[in-house]
């Protein structure tokens, strides 16, 4: 027998239990032994529901108790997350996790900690909601080098944009119904101004490229000023904008990372990854291409992830499954040396002076904004981008970037 502990019972804690539940046996075959839930940790009461026989209050009861094998930590946010998959890792219990936030922030700390002890630390669910990307960055990619990562990695916004551009929804109105199909995060600006993505892209990136990509410098713009003509414009072009998590490998020791929205033509593979769905597409030094395509959030699809990891780490009580990452810091090149193309929309200038100041300019014009026209630059970096954008002397009223 394998008693767990599970920490948080929310949307995808309450999703940890329903899947235990429901595949037992299957479960218990996979894990070799039976999977039980000893203890729900919880501030709240559920009357009713069955979980209130096993729930605790204080998490005293789970950390003291020699009978736990593993903690399943599905309550979100820092604190007190980071202190109790501590003192669980030091107590000599395996723990998964579905908080990218904490993996994020701690995942070499607290991977380290595994390790001394041969015990593991796993996070499957913390990217790409159901799909299993973190397991094929560990043990199936291995004989690569990987050189870009490019997701949609937030579920929520890619609802979110979907939905504003297949019936035209307002922002407001679908970022209500992605938080009551429990899609959203607590706080839903983690999700719509890139946060979440930025997360889960350092930490894809910190796996594929064997050290510690700090969240925080990258750069993160969310999807909160993207507007139903912006929508207008891609459609005119047969594109679509997608909120894309990327980095690359750039020659031996270069490295870039961003999060923004950008626009897709038809031929990118992540052009038809649509509604909650997320696809990551992973390029390797001999794989060439891959795609990962499923479900990025809700219930069940990510507790099924974290499940994965219970059974994971019930095969492996006493040995530490391995990963690439380090806790060597990887340096991202400036921004400013990144290349492009550019979608621009300007107002009270002329195609003529966007050509001067250009060169070269795709003009693109809508009816319906007669005030208004939009212009695609050529390929330069983002740094030559900026000097010409100043150049138009505040005409500009949006800038997308374009996925080649
Ligand atoms: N809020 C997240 C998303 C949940 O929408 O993708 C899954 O990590």
Redo the contacts with the bound molecule.
Sequence with gaps: MINIAVLGYGTVGSGVVEVINTNHSSINKRAGDEIRIKYVLDLRDFPGDPVQEILVHDYEVIINDPEIDIVVEVMGGIEPAHTFVKRALMAGKSVCTSN?ALVAKYGPELMELARERNINFLFEASCG?GIPIIRALNSSLTADEIDEITGIL???TNYMLYKMSTEGCDFDTVLKEAQAKG???ADPSA?VEGY?ACRKIAILSSLAYGRFLNYEDIYTEGITKITPEDMEYAKELGMTIKLLATSRKIGQDSFYAMVAPFLLGQESPLYSVNDVFNGIFVHGNVLGDAMFYGS??GKLP?ASAVVADVVDEARHLHRSLMTNWTSRPLKLMELDQVNGRFFVRVAGTTPEEVKNIFGYAQIVNLKSLPDEFAFITENMTQGEYQEKAEKLNGSIKAMIRIKD
């Design positions: 990218k909601g937030n579920g929520t899609y959203a995060e999700d979440d990025g959030a990510t």
